[in-house]
Each structure stands twice: as C-alpha cells, then as structure tokens.
C-alpha cells in the first residue's frame, strides 16, 4: 500500500474511533433543541436549554428546560434540581422524576418513580412495570403497571385511574379512583414503540461503527474469524462456551485475593468489551458464511447484513434471545481461535527465521 493510501485509511479509522467514543462519554447539552445522542446526556445545574431532545444511556435534567423534553435512554432522570417548563415525553429502562415537571407527563418504561421532591403539574401518564408515587401530582393520573405504589408522601390532586396491582396510600387521590383494564393496552400508546425503534436504530449505528474499526484495523484477523465459524462452527462454539463459562469464573477467583481485585476489576471491564466484539464478529461471520454460499463474498456487505439480521431477529421472542446467545458464542470461539492461531504462527516463524512478530492485521 502506498504511503498516501496508509495515511487515508489511518484517517477514517480515526475518525470512526472518534465516532465511538464520542458516543460512549457524557454530551454536555447547548442551549438549544436540536436532537442531542450519547452514552450520557446531561443538562448541568445552573445551565437553561430550550426544548431537548435526547438519546442515551443516560439522559439527565439538572437544570432548567424552557421547553418539552422528549427523551430516550436506559435511564432518563429529572433530577432534584431540575425544573421542565413543559411536558415530558420518555422511553426509557427506568424514568425518575425527582424534581418539577409543569407540563404533562407521558412516559413507557420499565419502572417509573415520582420521588417526595418530585412535582408534576400537568396530567400524569405512565406506562410501565412498576410505578411508584411519593411526590406531588397536581392533575389526573392514568396509570398502567404490574404494581401502581402510593407512598405515605405522595399526593394526587385529580382523579386517578388504573390497571394493575393498587397498593399504598389510596387516601392520597383527593379525586376519584376507578380501576380501567384498558390502560394496560392503551396508556402511552406511542411513547414506547417510539423508544424501541430509537434503541435499536443507536444500537445499530453504535455497532457498525465497532465492525467497521474492527474490518479497517485488522482485515486478516477479521478473515480468520468467518473463517473460523465457516469450516468449524460447532467446535468454535463450543471453544465460545468454555470462554463465555471460563472468563468469569477466573475474574471471581482472582478478586477473592485482596490484590486480585483492582485486576479483576480492569478484567470484568475488558471481558465486557470483549462480549462486544464477540456479539458483532459473530454476526459479521455467519453472514459471511451464509453470503459465501450464494457466491457473495464482499466483508463489508457481510457486516451490514449480520448486524441488520441480529437487529431483526433480537426482536423476535425467545428466538431472538437463543439467536444472540449462539452467535456470541461463535464470536467468542472465532476470536479464541484466531488469537490462537496467530500465536501459534508467530512461534513458528521466530523459530524458523527469527523475525519479530507480525502484526495482527
């Protein structure tokens, strides 16, 4: 290759780095609307934003918001200092409404909690696994969860209807309270199918990002991995296994000794990354596999197919939970074999000729 192109493809992989990781630290948000996306997304205390529109791992109000936040993440978060002048619409994990909301509240998650310093003064909607009230409600609610639990501090100025387990203190509904088993169909209707297409839009952007690192960086080591699961897939899923299996049982072992654990901590971080890399090579090698059967032999289409497939099927019950576990594990066993046969090489060439060790790519 010459010097110009290394220094092209240096610079894309560069700037797809910069990519990932600019999408894995915290996105101090301006004072403006546009859409903001990161591994946290934070408006500080003190800061004053227009309306925010956000995805995340993490998205959290400390400040103030003039306008509507429209927020999805793992986990969304008004925190005690923060204060929405207007409504607030979240998807997420866990939604936590700790400080004031003055608008409406329309929410899907998998728990939702209004602790004893959070007020919302506008008509409460919420969709999730559990919801839990201890703070201020200031209009009607309408709930729809597994477990609906009033705290001994909450307080709940209009109506409330419901659909679910009602435990706590009723008292604390100044209006009426009717049970509606629709709710647990109808309640935020759009709120969360909205947040999953946004999960899994994130996810597949986050992803291909790693594969295309992963191909540009070392394209022969990626050869190796498909390789791996095209000619022996039961055995690198098996050699998968005892990594998924061994990994964590060495990193508990490790931690038991007291100067074991700052390793094991740096390990459970890699092995972690590891699982990453693993989950997308694997997608990446069985659509090579599957794509070389009809004569298809381009890696980067390979990688855009396994990576749309894996985010298709993740969707499907059961079958996409199975699916993901098999392919992780051929991942995993794929790198296992590559690293293992690159060793092997490397012993083999400094025995024969004395040369240093190649590189990995």
Known sequence: MRRGESRGSQLVVAVLIAVVVIGTVP?????QSAPQAGGTVVVEEGET???LQAVGGTVIVRGTVTGDVSAAGGDVRIEESGQVDGNLEGGAGSVTIAGTVDGDVETGAGSVRVTETGVVGGAFTAGAGTVVIDGTLEDDAEIGAETIRLGETASIAGDLRYDGDLEGNTDAVAGDIEEDPSLGVDVAPTIQPFATWLFAAYAFAVNLVLGAILLALFPRFSGRVASSVATGPLRT?????????????????????VIGIPLSIIGILIFALLLWIGAVYGLFAVASWVLSLVGLGNRWLALIVGLL???????????????NLLVLLLGLGAI????????????????????DEPAMD
């Open 49 to 51: 934003v227009d309306d």
């Open 309 to 323: 497939v894996g985010a298709a099927l993740s969707r499907v019950p059961i079958v996409g939970g199975v699916f």
């Open 27 to 31: 996105a101090v948000v301006a004072g």
């Open 336 to 355: 296992a074999r590559a690293l293992y046969g690159h060793r092997r090489n490397v012993r083999n060439r400094r025995a024969g000729t004395g040369s």
């Open 237 to 257: 899923g098996l050699v998968g296994l005892g990594v998924f299996v061994g990994v964590p049982i060495l990193l508990i072992a490790l931690a038991i000794t």
